[in-house]
């Protein structure tokens, strides 16, 4: 079986904004990636922000608000903690949605111990929580951040009507 795979990749100056552009890049490749190629309009029956895309006959569907939290969180972190441009890259490979930010520093993030009374520094904590794995890996010229979301798989049902029998 041949792997169903999107990857795409953007710069960004880590100014003000970033953020958001980030998001909606993210947003609009997650629709390009998984819009289902014999049927542009999502099919009822999805859970909300899930969209469908055949690989096989198979659909996938991604959590799409659960992958613009981690994308905001990711860049936020790099925004907020390394000088400079960064990075955000993104693959949907069957199975997996890996969302990869490289910034130019070369500490990594910190996971804090759970604190309900701290205020702020919870982002990585919420990205573990919804990842399969999270992990932060040297660069030449900083790190990179590696988050990977599981991707939903289902049979695609067969729309079409059946063969009269004569």
């Known amino acids: 079986m041949t792997e169903h ?8 100056d880590g100014g003000v904004g970033t953020v958001t552009v980030a998001r909606d890049a993210t947003a609009a490749f997650l629709r390009r990636a998984t819009r289902a190629d014999d049927d542009p309009d999502a099919p009822s029956g999805l859970a909300p922000g899930a969209h469908p895309s055949r690989v096989r006959g198979t659909a996938v569907e991604v959590d799409t608000d659960t992958a613009l939290l981690v994308v905001s969180e990711l860049v936020t972190n790099a925004v907020k903690h ?5 990075r955000l890259e993104l693959a949907l490979r069957e199975g997996t949605l890996e969302i990869s930010v490289c910034d ?3 500490a990594g993030p ?5 604190d309900p009374e701290r205020i ?3 982002g990585m904590e919420i990205v573990a929580a919804l ?3 999270v ?3 040297p660069t030449p010229h900083g790190k990179r951040v590696t988050a990977v979301l599981g991707v939903t798989r289902r ?10 029998r004569g």
Do not use: F, I, N, Q
């Open 131 to 133: 990842c399969r794995y």
């Open 82 to 86: 390394a000088p400079g441009p960064l």
């Open 104 to 106: 130019g520093s070369t």
């Open 155 to 164: 049979p695609r049902l067969d729309t079409r009507a059946p063969a009269k």
């Open 120 to 122: 702020g520094g919870h």
């Open 135 to 137: 992990v932060s890996e």
């Open 110 to 114: 910190v996971l804090r111990a759970p």
């Open 5 to 12: 795979t999107a990857e795409a990749g953007w710069w960004y």
